[in-house]
Every structure is written in structure tokens, then in C-alpha cells.
């Protein structure tokens, strides 16, 4: 105040000009002059911060940061502070600013404040349209603490949108789930340009670890994309398969704390609570809008993607006309068109739940369940 004393008699004397005054006091020259108006209106009074001693207006209620603290510790403890902050709005009806609610929990140290990092860098920008080139992981977590053991969750997403069209759980990752999330999805949608995956053993023969894949050796879920004409793109390591393995992150802190909210324990309730209520969510709050307009997914007519998008392995036909496959004894029905099938190579197909059916040739002749009994009294015909 001193100073703006000192400063202010020598603008009064014109030995400063405004600007030059608003310099020296490190204000603008319009907060100077409206500091003049009061200095000379009220004296130095008039300078002193009128919100001194004031409540402000926007001051939250006691009790309201305590319900939220409270909810935090009771029942939301270990969420990330977005995660928290959305569902304050979508069911205790709190409907404060994102800042606030990290605030408030930074405060009370219930939640750490995050270590500040560099901006990310993105070295390949997202497909221009959906279907151009979808994304399918596995992610190896406790998802389901009450099961008291790891269990995979194979997510199928969209490059250009991150939108995720396949999302459940399975024991383990394997040849079964790539077909299962990948029926899915092209039934629902149609036929991408392309499938970007990691090289796990399910998806392509690596000769050497950590080399090129070999591409001449497809694995089955390589046949079937080779046949149905999607291109299969390998990744070389995690930090290519970025896009994904920042959706996992997000999930882990997710996924995990939702499940436990809705009181899940089984992994057929956690599958169907993924498909019916977690996905349409975490896509309306975490898709982006594709660059251009349009779609890239091929519609699919006439085509069993069933009978495709599963294994395939070839078996001669025994002398009782029965064939063996994975330690299972499959009979083969009497046909009216066809003798018998002593000798015939014949191609067994496994589908991803479980149950089998053996094709000569186009037609299907028998079909199995997943302990290798007939479902079939005849032999079916092709159509």
C-alpha cells in the first residue's frame, strides 16, 4: 500500500504515465486504474481484497464432502478419481465439477495425486473410417477377485473409433476365444479390411522367438481370416499395440471395481453384465468419432461364418467308419448317397463352444455335441 501511494502521487504529478505506473506494481493498466478509482474514492481502505472475511457463494456444504469422502471409503475405495466422479453424477445424484471432486480426495488423502509425465506421443495416427482395422488382445488380471485366480478377457475394439464390439471372459486365451470374439463381431457388423494382433502362439508360427512370423505356416485362426480375406497384421511389440494396451489399463481400473459394485462372482454373470450394461456405457463415455464418414465393414450373404471361424483338421475314416479326434470317437451315420466312408479323408470342425461336426467334401454328414455324441440321425445334405 505504500508503494501504491508513492506511485500514485507521482501519477498525480505526471511524472509517470499510467502504463508506467501498472509496470512498476506488476498489474495490467486497466486493474491500475480501477485500483486508482477506490484508492482516491475510499483511500487505502478501498485497495484491501473485498472477499476478505466473505463466504464464498460457491462454497460446498460440510455435509456433502463428508457423504462423498464417506462413499469413497465405503464403497468405492481403489476407484480412479474419473471413475468416481462419473458415478457420483450417474447415481448419488452430486453433481460437482471433476476438479472439485479430485480436490476434495487429494485433500483428505484418500487417493495420491497422479506423477506428472510426459505427453504422449502417437507415432501412427487411427484409421480414417470403422472396419478399416480392428484390434484384438487378451488381458491377463484378478477380474473376478471372488474366483481366487487369473482369468482373460479378449476384447475386440475398432481402430478408428476405440470402440470395443466384443468384450467376455474365458479361462484362458486361445485359438477358441480369437473365433468366438471374431463370430461376434462379423456377424454383428460385416468384414474388416484387416486384424491387428499380437504373436501369440494362437495367431501366427514364429520359428524363432521374438523373429518374424511365418506367414507360409498360417495357424487356424490364420487360415480362416486368409479365407474369408482379411488381412492379418502382426504387432512387434507392446508399445505397437499401444491403442490396446492403454484400453486394458483403463479397464483394470474399471471393469475390476464395477463387477465388484454389482455384487458379480461368476463368470457367466460377469459376461452378461459385460455385454448388456458395461460395454454400451464405457463406449458412450470413452468412443471417439472417426475422422471421415462411412464404414469400411463388408457385409457378409451366404456364408456360414460359423463353419469358418473355427478349427479345421483332416481325419481318414477308420474301418468302422468312426474318427478320432482329441481323444473323442466320432460315429459317422449311415448315408443314402454313399455307402460308407471307410477310408475317406473327411475335415472335422470344432466350434469355439465345444461341439463338433465332420464335412466331406461342402456337405456336413454328421454333427456332434462336445462329448462326441451324435446330434444327428441322418446325414445332412448340402444345400
Known amino acids: 500500500m505504500q508503494r501504491f501511494e508513492e506511485i500514485h502521487d507521482r501519477v498525480r504529478q505526471g511524472r509517470l504515465s499510467l502504463a508506467e505506473a501498472a509496470e512498476w506494481l506488476g498489474v495490467s493498466e486497466r486493474t491500475f486504474r480501477r485500483q486508482r478509482a477506490r484508492y482516491e474514492g475510499e483511500g487505502l481502505e478501498g485497495l484491501l481484497d473485498r472477499r476478505l472475511g466473505k463466504v464464498s457463494p460457491h462454497r460446498v456444504p460440510a455435509d456433502e464432502v463428508e457423504r462423498v469422502l464417506e462413499l469413497y471409503r465405503t464403497r468405492y475405495t481403489g476407484w480412479t478419481v474419473k471413475h468416481f466422479h462419473e458415478r457420483l453424477e450417474a447415481t448419488h445424484g452430486i ?39 480392428l484390434h484384438q488382445d487378451g488381458s491377463r488380471h484378478l477380474w473376478l477377485p471372488g474366483l481366487g485366480r487369473l482369468v482373460d478377457l479378449i476384447v475386440t475394439l475398432d481402430d478408428a473409433t476405440s470402440r470395443i464390439y466384443s468384450a467376455f471372459l474365458v479361462e484362458e486365451e486361445g485359438t477358441d476365444s480369437s473365433f468366438q470374439g471374431l463370430l461376434e463381431v462379423f456377424r454383428a457388423e460385416g468384414l474388416p479390411c484387416a486384424l491387428y ?9 514364429t520359428p524363432e522367438a521374438g523373429g518374424k512370423v511365418d506367414k507360409s505356416q498360417p495357424t487356424q485362426v490364420g487360415r480362416a481370416l486368409a479365407q474369408l480375406g482379411v488381412e492379418h497384421i502382426a504387432a512387434y511389440s507392446p508399445e505397437a499395440r499401444g491403442r490396446s494396451e ?15 459394485d454389482a455384487g458379480i462372482t461368476t463368470m457367466e454373470a460377469a459376461n452378461r453384465f459385460l455385454a448388456e450394461d458395461y460395454l454400451p456405457r464405457h463406449n458412450a463415455r470413452f468412443m471417439v468419432e472417426a475422422s471421415e ?13 460359423a463353419d469358418i471361424l473355427c478349427r479345421q483338421d483332416e481325419r481318414v475314416v477308420g474301418r468302422d467308419n468312426t474318427v478320432r479326434w482329441e481323444g473323442l470317437v466320432l460315429q459317422i451315420p449311415p448315408s443314402s448317397w454313399r455307402a460308407h466312408f471307410v477310408k475317406a479323408t473327411v475335415r472335422v470342425h470344432c466350434y469355439p ?17 462336445e462329448t462326441g455324441i451324435l446330434q444327428e440321425d441322418a446325414i445332412q445334405q448340402a444345400a
Open 246 to 260: 492403454r484400453m486394458f489399463g483403463t479397464l483394470q481400473g474399471r471393469l475390476v471395481h464395477e463387477l465388484a
Open 95 to 133: 453433481a460437482r465439477s471433476y476438479g472439485w471432486t479430485k480436490s476434495v480426495l487429494h485433500a483428505s488423502g484418500l487417493v495420491r495425486p497422479a506423477v506428472k509425465r510426459s505427453a504422449h506421443r502417437k507415432k501412427r495416427p487411427r484409421r480414417p473410417v470403422p472396419g478399416m482395422m
Open 197 to 205: 494382433t499380437d504373436r501369440g502362439s494362437h495367431y501366427f508360427h
Open 353 to 369: 463352444d465345444g461341439t463338433l461336426a465332420i464335412f466331406y467334401g461342402p456337405r456336413r454328414i454328421a454333427r456332434y455335441d
Open 293 to 305: 464418414p462411412g464404414s469400411a465393414f463388408v457385409p457378409l450373404r451366404g456364408v456360414e461364418l
